[in-house]
């Protein structure tokens, strides 16, 4: 079972920077995209940033400029680094990845981690 599993949230003061990992596993094959979401108290989840397995990548308006998306897909792992930050990028930040295959055939279209705190506040 394919699971992923975020980490590098925190507490942080505004202006501070801050990275996140998540990590895939469970005998991977392939994953299409990868991307970050987020949640803040009492507020729909939104999308934060994604990235293919080619490269292609793509951020909401609101962390352009200020956050940066990588990949390793050698390691299945996605990295967000949240420079800058503000006081409104309080959330749980959320990991997916977008048509998963397994080395045993298993296809998964869209898998969510458990998230991890992100709060800045001075």
């Known amino acids: 079972q394919v699971q992923l599993v975020e980490s590098g949230g925190g507490l942080v003061q505004p202006g501070d920077f801050l990275k996140l990992s998540c990590v895939a596993s469970?005998?991977?094959?392939?994953?299409?995209?990868m991307g970050w979401y987020r949640q803040a108290p009492g507020k729909q989840r939104e999308f934060v940033a994604r990235?293919?397995?080619?490269?292609?990548?793509m951020y909401a308006d609101s962390v352009k400029g200020r956050f940066t998306i990588s990949r390793d897909n050698t390691k299945n792992t996605v990295y967000l680094e949240m420079n800058m930050l503000k006081p409104e990028d309080t959330a749980v930040y959320y990991c997916?990845?977008?048509?998963?295959?397994?080395?045993?055939?298993?296809?998964?279209?869209?898998?969510w981690g458990q998230g991890t705190q992100v709060t800045v506040s001075s």
């Open positions: 990235i293919s397995s080619g490269g292609s990548i």
């Open positions: 469970g005998n991977i094959f392939s994953i299409y995209r």
């Open positions: 997916n990845a977008d048509s998963v295959r397994t080395l045993s055939g298993n296809y998964s279209q869209l898998i």
